[in-house]
């Protein structure tokens, strides 16, 4: 079945380093790649997406890639803060006979100060 | 009103009770969403409803039942749980954008099924 496979489970990072986050899909009809942020307690946060005709992204201090040939796509978050700490979430979403998004299994980044 | 909303926010129920999950938005969005999020896991996926139709039951239990009565209401009837459905119920709802399945969450249920 559909999968999505995200690494690293566990990212550690000092304040103003930067971090990265990947994740590889298996369904080629996948045509959207959103990531969520989710803070302990809290609902999953929209924080960026990118579309399948799209190659980067970028918001601010975040950045999505997509390599649609490699089936990857990253996370690059810059100059890091603590409040980045939470657990973040790739994902994949096709259209076929409905939408159907499939989560990475997440990526908890600490953020130290 | 820019968000969804899910209530109760917390439940607790016996393996016997009925109880119902209830999920609004007021968006204009045509597409909604019942995940499942147990601890330190993703979400997963239970059930899609487009334009007020079930579109995917993701071989989910029968003592789910989902319900959309109309295009900002969806509701999530429990019955028979068992302590293994003990987790974060979450609905999210997406607009009707054609291909792309832009998803907004509601603030959870946590239900406790003892």
């Known amino acids: 079945g559909e999968n999505v496979e995200q690494h690293p489970s566990t990212l550690s990072v000092q304040e103003g380093d930067s971090a990265v986050i990947k994740c590889t899909y298996s369904d080629s009809a996948s045509n959207y790649f959103p990531w969520y942020k989710q803070e302990l307690g809290k609902r999953p946060q929209l924080i960026i997406d990118i579309r399948s005709n799209v190659g980067e992204k970028k918001d601010q201090r975040i950045a999505v890639t997509l390599n649609k040939t490699a089936k990857h796509f990253s996370l690059h978050i810059t100059e890091t803060q603590p409040e980045d700490s939470a657990v973040y979430f790739c994902a994949a979403s096709t259209n076929t006979g409905g939408f159907k998004t499939i989560f990475g299994a997440g990526t908890r980044l600490f953020v130290k100060a | 009103d820019t968000e969804v909303t899910q209530t109760p926010k917390h439940l607790v129920m016996g393996m016997t009770n009925k109880k119902s999950l209830k999920c609004e938005q007021h968006m204009g969005h045509r597409a909604m969403y019942w995940y499942k999020q147990k601890a330190k896991k993703p979400p997963e996926l239970m059930f899609v409803y487009s334009y007020e139709k079930l579109s995917i039951n993701e071989s989910v239990p029968s003592r789910f039942s989902p319900e959309c009565p109309n295009s900002s209401l969806l509701n999530l009837h429990l019955h028979a749980l068992q302590p293994e459905d003990s987790a974060l119920y979450l609905c999210?709802?997406?607009?009707?954008?054609?291909?792309?399945?832009?998803?907004?969450f509601g603030p959870g249920t946590r239900l406790t099924v003892l």
């Open positions: 999210a709802s997406s607009p009707p954008s054609g291909s792309y399945n832009e998803q907004f």
